[in-house]
């Protein structure tokens, strides 16, 4: 009696998980055995799908761990990679479980750049291939019951999750087998199937019958909702709605027999002789109209015998009144059964590949916090070398430290011929032009880059909106405009970058100009340099003096400083601190991560002693400029000023001056060649996202057209012809007159689809055919050509029977102009396809409209017609 639903899996594409998984492990971690371990991982997943789904999977408990294995790993990594079609772009491509296909189009697919959709389809393959293990259980043991009420209930959770959530995972409409009606309608199923179950092992266990029957009339509500869902939708193979009506009638067969069982215990006979005859008829039902589906032999002679007993006994013995089946009290229910929550992990031997990979969420945070972390640094290091600069400036227009240095007037100072040899062991002027030049072909290389990725997203795009604009509301993907917004945002500031790059390009190019020649300078031997440089006799002897003592103290204090400034420099540079762990401890107890606040925290919390030094060497430098000028106020005052003197002071100013701006073209030259350099990384790794979004836009494009074309292959080839006006319209051109009784249905058959009727044998021609009526009694069937009935006389009324037309009729025969009259011979009736006449209607038409010179419709059944004959009722 039996007979279970098992659905169907769908079927995927193959997809290649490794090589983009790796390359995105290879662009956000840096190299090293982290990042082999990631990638390692990636490889073992895309084997795990291939495991999964690359092959036919048996209907055994293995097959079902491997499954859920995959679907516990992709909701481990979703929140790992941003899956989407412009960051880890994978397309995924799944067929329709239950289309068929056709010769020329192919089944129906849908293809999608989401890991929600993955998601959805691989627990739907779960839930089916439970739905399948159920199936092939032995119920006649409990082991096998168990498992098949514990299978039919997991996949009736799979099933109503992916109800509750495709819409929001996908965000386009799903093919026919995961849509919400589809998949709620195989949720209750499935859940009618455990209910099944679980009547199955409880009349195996002989338990009450009273609770037997609610066990089966709450499967029959089950079975009779899920009939109910899908009765006027196409979405579930047709032989799923006999299965559904003939479980339902089953079930509920079930429930009025052991509730029989019970009134009669109860001593209620008659109650049982009702119970026993709704039952004996719902069954019936089954085994006239589904027989071919489920085979009821048993359930009737048990019923037929329990009935044939009841009647005997009550018609010898108890006389008992058999009350209407409206009299009958409900019997009630009671549900076993509840669709298992999908809860994840699913498998018991779930082991995330991508354990030590923290979260994206996480990874977002850290990238954030980076970035306050490295705004802050630069920040203390801009202020101190600002503030170094701004001491060299004020020694430099002071003449300082050569002017105490200069007692003689006609070598050079010690502290000139010490940055002389510092310029030239740097490369010196030769070492700028270098750098200057090379600047041009970074910036150059940089460009081109930029432009080629834009080129790839204009030429895809350009594609994407010709394709939209020739198939307009069939192009149903999202438009590369919209998709590409991100990705020209980030190619906008990247050229900004560039711009400004150029324009501090410009800056230093025009500074090292103005100083070009005060470098070269310096870069000269002692004899050359001492020879360039201006001599003066000295007007007295300042070595020894007090200011000059006063001087050279505060000199190398502001060295002091200078140097604890590059000590702490580096200490600033190299303060690190994994934030990791605190954004992971902050998602787990909050679920959500408040990365503002934790970070300004900690980064006070870290770098707080660090600001208070830097502010404490900024005043320092402060108080010390201060006293250095009043100190040189006081040397000036000493030493003797001539013409002489003042030049060559200028000189040596100006060859400290060079030096100063040397030292700052250097490092903003080696500065905006490291920078250029990882400007060139950042724009590969765009290129690379931009290369990689337009190849999987170009295939996802290649599986749209092939789907169009598949489905304009599926479209009927030519358009319906309408009938021509004389097929559809009565005799003198009027329309038969419309009925408002509603048009009696035939009976149908449920699963299966009615047969035209044989095309019936010309009509004998004879001349006693050519004197048959035009009009018969309604209610009877027309007369037989071989004996034809007598017309009825002029002015004759119609029988009681028969209702005459609202509208007025004309001659039984037509009467155009030109027409010859009434034809005695009939034509006969030939195959015409293009009528819509008497053999397409479910019914048999009336005399009263049959067209002129037709032979009547045959009254014997057809051969080959799958239904009986159905009378034509008249319109009353």
Known sequence: MTNFISVQLKKAAEVDLAKPLCKFIQQSYPGGDAQAEHCRAAEELSKLRKSALGRPLDKHESALETLLRYYDQLCSIEPKFPFSENQVCVTFTWKDAFDKGSLFGGSAKLALASLGYEKTCVLFNCGALASQIAAEQNLDNDEGLKAAAKHYQFASGAFQHIKDTVLSALNREPTVDISPDTVGTLSLIMLAQAQEVFFLKATRDKMKDGIIAKLANQAADYYG???KQCQYKDTLPKEVFPVLAAKHCIMQANAEYHQSILAKQQKKFGEEIGRLQHAADLVKTVASRYDEYINVKDLVDKINRALTAAKKDNDFIYHDRVPDLKDLESIGKASLVKSTPVVVPLSQKFTDLFEKMVPLQVQQSVSVYNQRKADLVNRLIAQMREATNLANGVLASLNLPAAIEDVSGDTVPQSILTKSKSVIEQGGIQTVDQLIKDLPELLQRNKEILDESLRLLDEEEATDNDLRTKFKERWQRTPSNDLYKPLRAEGANYHNILNKAVQADGQVRERYQSHRDTIALLCKPEAELNAAIPSANPAKTLQGSEVVNVLRTLLANLDEVKKEREQLENDLKSVNFDMTSKFLTALAQDGAINEEAISVTELDRIYGSYTQKVQES???????LKNIQNAHQDFSKMKQSNNESNLREEVLKNLAVANDNFVELVANLKEGTKFYNELTELLLKFQNKC????????????????????SIAREPSAPSIPLPTYQTTAAGGSKPAASSAPTP????????????????????????SSSSSTSAPSGTAPAPAAAPAAPPAPGASAPAASTAPSQAQGPPYPTYPGYPGYCQMPMPMGYNPYMYGQYNLPYAPSPVYQNPGQAPYPTPQQPGYLFPQQPYYPQQ
């Open 745 to 768: 249905a035939p009976r149908t058959m449920v699963g299966t689809k009615p047969q035209p009727p044989a095309r019936p044998p010309p009509p004998v021609i004879s001349a006693a």
């Open 618 to 624: 900024l005043k320092k430098q402060e108080e010390l």
């Open 691 to 710: 290369s990689d979004i337009v190849f999987a836009r170009k295939t996802e494009r290649d599986e749209l057209l092939k789907d169009l074309q598949q």
């Open 225 to 227: 909702d899920a009939y």
